[in-house]
């Protein structure tokens, strides 16, 4: 059964070249291929759920495959409900996402490419979920980054291939700093599997007395942190999102967003639960940065125009949530369920969510081709089916009761109050009661901006007539040809998930919340304990939602859009020189940082030459050549005096015939010269045929050592 793991893993692999191959020749094949990949790696996955539920099967517990000798170390690979849990979700997405495409993609170029990058973006994104070291992790995370960074360059534009730069970029800066980590952590504990390192920092806190080992596992968790932030979009390395959603596809964006940010989140997680478990000092850095994050992605989000791009910032913004839970794990011991839970079951949302509201942009762009809000302003019109699936995903990630966000975002407000009582009695932490006062205000101001920019969104293209009428006419006319039918009942299915999972919260939701326990290390269930529909919880969600509504009536409504032509239109408020990386990220690496090495390079190079000048004139001064010879050798030199000596003693005693005098120095120094290039020659040739000989040596070795 463990094989079915290698399977979930290296089949999309194996299918992303048979895709491409069959789209050498068959472009419909391509695609239903490339449906049946994707829908045969949902299939693995609910069996896998069943096989494992199965009590007369072999525990999950124990479901491991290991590949040994991959680069010295093998890979590893385990299962558990939460692994299974993402990985289906992965693999639901990728589905979705994958159907949808068809249609998406009529009328692009390189189509080849893109479902050849996908599917080998699968396997890679599975094997994250799925390792059980910081090795095979990092294999894959880094095959991710690489694979997924075609997604953005797609359509090859001048703002795409910047966009994928800078993804491309800060994954693999991210990268390198996560492989120091990496180092730091096998050469203080000589292994990198995750059960292994469970309590590590905890054991070095309470073993040492210097806390050099401690700060040593910190500096690494940090290196960590920074690579897994950078891919969840996590502040401030959260710069690659607002630009890469907008230019890829809109498939792509929905993946980015759903999956590709778990991929880090997961990351930080495994950190959280397993090496800094208890740590107070831990638990405050991810709250703290979580805070950050959730608040800059919001008001990013609210000043942005673009439909796509308001989405990305939502993503950084929802990241936030998910990392104060996270943080809150950390630090939360009695109520840490509410914490691990509230944490998990907004990754699952925010996935779902953010797949219906990517896939319904898709939708839009594939119409207008834009997207920015006032050129699709009323494309929803008269569009029920349409305005159905937005809806849904606006009131999930708005967080209104009966819809799944309401429950994950009831659960860390639960959190945060759990743990500021905790420290109101006397509890030790590095947060007092105001600051978490603070952060909880945050959190649901935060929420507030999150109604408000996806109030915007639904007003501008749903309820708003567009500005020019004939443009509004023509959006009108579409009424139900703006989609393929199965693209509408993959979107409407999706999104009806989210009410579902909002309406029976104990019933969905719950067991989703437990198949996050074991991973997490929760033994205390507590989600059927709380009142969800209670005037505390509800108070939590109406404050939030109040915060919204003025907010888009009083910012939105009266500042961010302006009288123009008669009509109103939406206005970009933002300041532009704030972006952090125009402003600090591509000035210090690609301006400061090579004109400070360049300065210091040069300052050592004119430091060696001094040194050598200086040693060259005192210890190892040259000494001084009689004769020094323009051309030639000694040997040449003498032959020719002697030469010319004989010649000359000749033609005055024997020859008499007083010819002109040669010079046989001159004709023996080209001699030399000549027969010193063709050494030069044959020695290279010499050396070359040597090379190659070794080379066939060295085959021939390998072939007697494997078939003989």
């Known amino acids: 059964m463990s094989g079915i793991l290698g399977f979930v893993v290296f089949f999309p692999m194996v ?201 040593k596992l910190m500096i690494a968790g940090i290196c960590l942190l920074v690579g897994f932030g950078a891919k969840a979009g ?53 709250l703290l940065l979580g805070v950050c994050t959730m608040v800059t992605g919001a008001v990013l989000a609210l000043f942005s125009v673009d439909l796509k791009r308001t989405l990305a910032c939502s993503s950084v913004s929802q990241i936030g949530f998910i990392l104060v839970g996270v943080g809150l794990s950390g630090l939360l011991d009695e109520g840490r369920w509410a914490a691990v839970e509230g944490s998990l079951l907004h990754m699952v949302n925010h996935s779902l969510i953010k797949l219906v509201l990517f896939l319904a942009a898709g939708v839009v762009f594939m119409n207008v081709h834009k997207l920015n809000l006032n050129d699709i302003r009323g494309f929803g019109r008269k569009k029920p089916l349409l305005h159905f699936i937005f809806l849904m995903g606006v009131l999930g990630i708005g967080g209104l009761p009966l819809w799944n966000g309401y429950i994950s975002k009831t659960l860390l407000h639960e959190a945060i109050v759990m743990y500021t009582e905790l420290i109101r009695e006397g509890m030790p932490g590095l947060f007092d009661v105001s600051a978490l006062k603070g952060i909880e205000w945050c959190f649901l101001v935060s929420g507030g901006l999150t ?73 205390k269930e507590g989600f059927s304990s709380v009142t969800w529909f209670s005037p505390e919880n509800l108070k939590g969600a109406g404050i939030s939602i109040g915060i919204g509504i003025l907010v888009y009536l009083v910012i939105v409504r009266l500042w961010m859009m302006k009288k123009k032509d008669g009509s109103t239109v939406y206005v970009d408020r933002w300041y532009r020189r704030l972006d952090l990386e125009n402003l600090i990220y591509r000035p210090v690496l690609l301006g400061f940082l090579p004109f400070v090495f360049g300065v210091i390079c040069r300052v050592f190079d004119s430091l060696i030459d001094t040194v050598v000048v200086l040693l060259r004139k005192t210890l190892y001064k040259d000494s001084k050549i009689p004769h020094e010879l323009e051309e030639g050798t000694i040997i040449t030199h003498a032959a020719g005096s002697v030469a010319g000596g004989i010649l000359g003693i000749a033609n005055a005693t024997i020859w008499r015939r007083h010819p002109k005098k040669k010079d046989y120095q001159h004709k023996y120094a080209i001699l030399y010269e000549e027969w010193a290039e063709d050494s030069i020659i044959i020695g290279r040739s010499l050396s070359f045929g040597l090379l190659l000989f070794c080379i066939g040596l060295i085959i021939t070795v390998i072939y007697l050592l494997l078939w003989c």
């Not at 893109?114 to 390792?131: D, K, N, R």
């Open 15 to 215: 299918s992303a070249l048979v895709c491409y191959l069959i789209g050498k020749k068959d472009k419909k094949g391509r695609d239903y291929f490339a449906d049946a990949a994707t829908g045969m790696e949902l299939a693995a996955f609910l069996l896998l759920f069943f096989l494992t539920k199965n009590s007369a099967g072999p525990s999950h517990q124990d479901l491991m495959l290991e590949i040994p000798e991959v680069c010295g170390m093998g890979l590893h690979f385990v299962l558990d409900d939460f692994r299974m849990l993402y990985g289906g979700i992965a693999a639901l997405l990728w589905f979705a996402s994958t159907l949808f495409s068809r249609e998406y993609f009529t009328h692009y170029r390189n189509r080849n490419r893109y479902y050849l990058f996908l599917l080998l973006t699968l396997g890679a994104t599975e094997g994250v979920f799925l390792s059980a070291d910081f090795y095979t992790m990092f294999l894959f995370f880094e095959m991710m980054s690489f694979t997924s960074y075609v997604w953005v360059a797609q359509d090859e534009k001048k703002a795409s291939l910047r966009a994928a730069e800078t993804y491309l970029a800060v994954a693999v800066i991210g990268g390198l700093v996560m492989l120091m980590g990496i180092f730091m952590i096998y050469n203080m504990t000589g292994t990198l599997v995750f059960e292994e390192l469970a309590g590590c920092y905890q054991m070095y806190a309470l073993t040492t007395s210097s806390g050099i080992p401690e700060k």
């Open 234 to 286: 996590a502040f401030p390395l959260h710069i690659w999102l607002p630009k890469a959603h907008p230019a890829a596809p809109a498939p792509a964006s929905a993946l980015l967003s759903g999956i590709l940010t778990k991929a880090g989140v997961f990351g930080i997680l495994v950190l959280t639960a397993f090496i800094f478990a208890g740590s107070v000092r831990w638990g405050s850095i991810i």
């Open 451 to 523: 109604v408000a920019y996806m109030l915007k969104l639904y007003a501008a293209v749903f309820i708003e007539k567009n500005a020019d009428r004939e443009i509004q006419d023509r959006f009108d006319a579409m009424n139900g040809a703006y989609m393929e039918k199965a693209n509408g009942i993959v979107l409407a299915s999706c999104a009806a998930l989210l009410p579902v999972m909002g309406f029976f919260p104990n019933l969905v939701m719950g067991s989703l919340a437990k198949m996050g326990h074991g991973f997490m290390g929760v033994t």
